[in-house]
């Protein structure tokens, strides 16, 4: 694991390196969201997991925009937080079958992964808001902000279930 050592002068350097982490980020996500899909057996956690997979890939595309508002050259900064987290996944999801239990599992890693770029997206909001930046830019990053917040809803009501469906984690205590 190597550690990012930079010196930054300005809210600019920072905005700048944090769009770049969460380019990679999102760039991860895209790769290792397939897997979760595919280990998924519950239809409205895989359904979900696909329909965030196509919106995690307009994220990108939305960060390409931002750099390209910009006049920078798209550029990633490796995202060592987003790497941990897809790690823990791997190591928790190993070996698992197919139950609901897994799907619980999935479900509790999907949502660190949300939480983390809720943070980002937050952040980056704000900076740009701070920095004057463009209003389509805060528009951009708002975007993605929401779906992330949506995103993060809709995991809860699969794991917790509502009136007229059991969630997940009922499903799990029993260990079907």
């Known amino acids: 694991m190597t550690t990012k050592t930079k010196k930054m002068k300005t809210?600019?350097?920072l905005f700048l390196d944090q769009l770049k982490d969460m380019y990679s980020a999102e760039n991860q996500i895209v790769e290792s969201l397939p897997k979760l899909?595919?280990?998924?057996?519950?239809?409205?956690?895989?359904?979900?997991?696909?329909?965030?997979?196509?919106?995690?890939?307009?994220?990108?595309?939305?960060l390409e925009k931002i750099f390209s508002l910009l006049n920078i050259l798209v550029?990633?900064?490796?995202?060592?937080?987003?790497?941990?987290i897809l790690k823990e996944a791997d190591q928790i999801l190993e070996g698992q079958k197919k139950s609901a239990t897994l799907?619980?599992?999935?479900?509790?890693?999907?949502?660190?992964?949300?939480?983390?770029?809720?943070?980002s997206y937050g952040t980056l909001r704000s900076f740009a808001t701070y920095l004057d930046l463009?209003?389509?830019?805060v528009d951009l990053l708002q975007e993605s902000l929401d779906e992330e917040g949506s995103a993060d809803k809709a995991l809860t009501k699969i794991a917790e279930g509502s009136m007229f469906t059991n969630g997940i984690n009922k499903e799990a205590v029993s260990g079907k």
């Open 11 to 13: 809210l600019n350097d």
């Open 134 to 137: 463009d209003d389509e830019i």
């Open 37 to 62: 899909i595919s280990l998924a057996s519950f239809k409205d956690l895989k359904d979900g997991l696909s329909n965030h997979l196509k919106e995690t890939k307009y994220q990108v595309k939305r």
């Open 103 to 119: 799907d619980a599992a999935i479900i509790s890693c999907a949502q660190k992964v949300e939480h983390y770029e809720i943070a």
């Open 75 to 84: 550029e990633e900064e490796f995202c060592e937080g987003i790497e941990g």
